[in-house]
């Protein structure tokens, strides 16, 4: 619709120009009558709009004001044209001259309360200042110029003149200075200053229209062409006004820096004009001009305007000066009472300024930091990679973080932390800013609680935390350049806390671990892992950490002296290289080994391994892994889990093997065996479980449980007159229990088989040769039970022991009458000697682990008449054993 306006409106006035003038004046008067009232009614239905949404007549008032002032312009165009049309006076003259003095200032009120145009009073009075000045000076030397050539005479063209000129300054002012909406404010700005020249026009030219007493003045035809132009101009300007103001935000503007800081951005407007008017009044002065009072009060008034706009510059100047005075104060006043230093570096990186803080943070004076490069006052291992930073920011980081140690004025390295920021753009800087902290306290507390976390706080050793950690760094480098892991543990180091105190124990510890420390390499790692357990990471190759063990191994070894004490201990070491057997669990693994925690698994169980190969020894032994080790580990493992519980589950068997009469082949007697069968494990045998019973306190039940169940099988053997002989075997710790004679009274009465037909066997090698095992065998014997030594020539029985022992029954070993391998020497003569020792000592003999007929035949040259073994009969259940008792005839021994 507007556009429509505005073309109709163009060709109307293209139309009028070459008409007569009263037609000219009548289309002029009619198109901006039209044009402005539609204009003018969407400007307040704009301002409406925005009043209802924002329910605030701060943003609305702009819009408001620039429609009434196109409300102004058409009606007072309207006045004009009737007067004009109807009276023969200078009547119209007047109406255009009030339309304009009223509209101008409408516009420009609007134009200033335009969001975004002019935030503040202070801004706007600026604004009409700034104006005031250069509209009043062009008025001046428009006037001079015009009075000079006798082209402008008359109060009107004055009036008009000076409220078109001030009204355009202050309109052009106001668009080139918004803070924002810029492209807004400019056509607002345009369109009023199009309207206000409009006006001005319109009244000029219809004075020369319609000179008192005449119907039209001289100039009709160049009037008619202005009239149209005029026009147009009153049609754009609120076209123009309309756009800019919908493209304002309607928010409210807030105070601008520019406004509320009091800069003096829009003071050089004033020198092009003020230069004009002087070289104007020196032309006119020059070629003999007089100013006539209009140009005094003309040249008055825009000397008052511009005093009053430098008045208000000096005022914003004093204010300006104060509030940089006031901002370097606070500067000072921060960077003086800061703990923070402020650095400025060149591009070189050259150290220009520092500020105060650092004389009084660092002892660090202007002379000792000003032209020397910063990394220069670094820590020579920081001084590389704060120049890698500094180079970064150069190159376009912002706000990197910097952890430096620097030198201060005393010499000592102190830990900082600096933020640097490039502020080579901003001219008041021009270089790159570093904010130095100290960080010591801080770095100190983080050094303590890293100590706390990574280090054992008894022995200072690293902790078992802090060792894997290493551990799983070595294990990710290359098989070339990995270690080995030795771990280490006090034997009997509970025993040293019970005897003498945890006091005693904890001073053994910190010995230990200074000997660790003393006899590993610089570059080795030693920790305590937990207890007395102790463990050492070594980049050296499996050969030379063998060595390194075997030192750690003796420096344990050595006495602890401690005051009023002094502990003797041994360790066991074990070894294991960081990717050396980690196939067996790492088969799978990327890398073809395990982590920290198998590294150092397998390292015990070495250890381990070492402990059992070094029992009943001085210990102090050295072991490598091996994955035998594991396996034996983990099936240990499994019968110590499986063990307990074993009688109630029915799991337990009892085997039995006839001991024959080697001359008629027939069975005197029989041994029962303890066999454990598990569902899962299969069947175990005794020398495997049978320890393991032993360190678990399970042997004392097994061994009551055996003894039972073979007199109850004898009990029913004897019963089916059957006239045997069992043997039953019994550890060394049974034998040496308080109650083993009295569980062994209670198996014979309760299944009333007679004591001479129990034998109680004991492996030579767990026979304790003390009083106390003479004292049970006696017992035993007292019970009407005989007693045996089972394999006999295995252990470190004495022969002349024989004669003080209380036994009946000598089984002896197969390595007795076994040829040697490689020999060819007969064994009968060790074998007669045994036989016939026995013989005469009143001792029966069995020859146990007969396998051939060359066995028997040496065991029978001896004397020997009873033998055992597979080659006779092999160990079976009760009921096999019942067919082969069957078979043979058995006899009373």
Not at 491 to 511: C, M, N
Not at 527 to 544: D, E, K, M, Q, S
Request: proline share 5%.
């Amino acid at each position: 619709m507007f556009w429509l306006v505005l073309v109709t409106a163009v060709a109307a006035f293209s139309a009028a120009a070459s008409a007569g003038p009263v037609l000219s004046f009548g289309a002029v008067a009619a198109g901006v009558i039209v044009g402005s009232l539609v204009h003018a009614v969407s400007l307040i239905r704009l301002a409406l709009r925005i009043h209802h949404g924002r329910s605030d007549f701060g943003p609305c008032r702009g819009a408001g004001f620039l429609g009434m002032g196109a409300l102004f312009t058409g009606a007072g165009v309207a006045v004009t044209g009737f007067v004009a049309l109807t009276t023969s006076t200078a009547a119209p003259g007047v109406a255009a001259a009030v339309t304009t003095l009223v509209a101008a200032p409408t516009f420009l009120l609007g134009l200033l309360l335009l969001p975004g145009t002019a935030p503040t009073v202070r801004a706007r009075l600026r604004r009409l200042l700034d104006g005031a000045g250069i509209g009043v000076t062009l008025c001046y030397s428009v006037w001079v110029l015009a009075a000079a050539t006798s082209v402008l005479t008359g109060p009107l063209p004055l009036a008009v003149a000076v409220t078109c000129c001030v009204s355009v300054s202050v309109a052009v002012v106001a668009g080139l200075r918004a803070v924002r909406h810029r492209p807004a404010a400019l056509a607002c700005a345009g369109g009023s200053a199009l309207s206000i020249v409009g006006l001005g026009l319109f009244t000029v030219l219809l004075a020369e229209l319609r000179r008192p007493g005449e119907p039209f003045g001289p100039g009709a035809g160049w009037v008619s062409a202005g009239l149209a132009v005029a026009g147009l101009a009153l049609v754009a300007g609120p076209f123009l006004i309309l756009a800019g103001a919908r493209r304002a935000d309607d928010a409210p503007t807030r105070p601008h820096a520019a406004d509320a800081g009091g800069t003096l951005a829009g003071y050089p407007l004033l020198i092009g004009p003020a230069l004009l008017a002087v070289a104007v009044s020196v032309t006119h002065l020059l070629t003999g001009g007089r100013f006539d009072p209009v140009a005094v009060g003309l040249g008055v008034a825009a000397a008052v305007a511009v005093a009053c706009r430098e008045g208000l510059a000096a005022r914003d100047i004093r204010r300006y000066a104060r509030t940089l005075a006031t901002r370097e104060a606070h500067f000072r006043a921060l960077v003086a009472g800061s703990t923070d230093v402020a650095i400025v570096l060149d591009a070189e990186l050259v150290v220009r300024w520092q500020s105060p803080a650092a004389a009084r943070q660092f002892g660090l004076s202007d002379q000792d930091v000003l032209g020397r490069p910063l990394t220069d006052l670094l820590h020579p291992a920081d001084a590389g990679p704060a120049g890698d930073v500094l180079r970064a920011v150069l190159a376009g980081r912002q706000h990197v973080l910097l952890q430096a140690r620097l030198r201060d004025g005393f010499g000592h390295w102190r830990d900082t932390e600096s933020t640097i920021s490039d502020q080579r753009a901003a001219p008041e800087v021009a270089g790159v800013v570093v904010h130095v902290r100290d960080v010591g306290d801080r770095a100190q507390l983080q050094r303590s609680l890293d100590e706390a976390t990574w280090t054992d706080d008894q022995t200072r050793l690293a902790n078992r935390r802090r060792f894997l950690a290493a551990v799983a760094e070595a294990h990710r480098a290359p098989a070339a350049e990995a270690g080995c892991v030795l771990v280490a543990e006090l034997d009997r180091f509970e025993s040293v806390a019970d005897l003498h105190g945890p006091t005693v124990a904890d001073a053994v510890l910190i010995e230990a671990a200074r000997r660790l420390r003393a006899a590993v390499g610089p570059e080795d790692l030693p920790a305590r892992l937990a207890g007395a357990g102790f463990a050492v990471l070594t980049g050296a190759p499996l050969v030379h950490a063998f060595a390194l063990a075997t030192r750690v191994a003796t420096a344990f070894a050595e006495p602890f002296h401690l005051p009023g004490h002094t502990v003797h201990l041994t360790a066991d070491v074990g070894v294991t290289d960081l990717h050396g057997a980690g196939h067996l669990h790492g088969a799978g693994h990327p890398h073809g080994a395990a982590g920290a925690e198998d590294v150092l698994r397998r390292a015990d169980i070495a250890r381990r391994r070492a402990r059992q190969l070094s029992r009943g020894r001085d210990g102090g032994r050295v072991e490598c892994y091996d994955e035998s080790f594991e396996a034996a580990l983990v099936r240990r493992t499994d019968l110590e889990q499986q063990l307990p519980g074993v009688v109630g589950r029915g799991e337990l068997d009892l085997v039995f093997q006839p001991v024959v009469d080697l001359g008629s082949r027939l069975p005197a007697g029989v041994e029962a065996l303890l066999r454990w069968r598990h569902p899962r494990l299969g069947v175990v045998p005794p020398h495997e479980f049978l320890p393991v019973a032993e360190e678990l306190g399970l042997a004392d039940e097994l061994g009551e449980w055996a003894l039972h169940q073979a007199c109850r099988q004898l009990s029913r053997w004897r019963a089916d007159g059957r006239d045997l002989w069992m043997s039953v075997n019994a550890s060394a710790r049974q034998l040496a229990a308080p109650g083993w004679l009295a569980t062994v009274a209670t198996a014979v009465d309760t299944h009333c088989v007679p004591a001479e037909s129990l034998i109680i066997e004991v492996a030579e090698a767990a026979l304790p040769d003390d009083a106390g095992a003479v004292e049970q065998l006696a017992g035993l014997r007292a019970l009407g039970v005989r007693t045996a030594i089972d394999h006999f020539g295995t252990g470190p029985t004495a022969l002349a022991h024989l004669r003080r022992l209380p036994v009946d029954v000598l089984k002896i070993d197969q390595v007795l009458f076994s040829e040697p391998a490689g020999q060819r020497a007969p064994a009968t003569p060790i074998v007669d000697v045994v036989v016939g020792l026995a013989r005469r000592l009143g001792i029966d003999v069995v020859a146990c682990g007969l396998e051939t007929e060359s066995h028997v035949d040496v065991v029978r040259a001896a004397g020997c008449r009873l033998g055992q073994g597979y080659l006779l009969s092999r160990p079976d259940h009760a009921e096999h054993v019942e067919a082969y008792l069957e078979r043979h005839r058995a006899r009373l021994f």
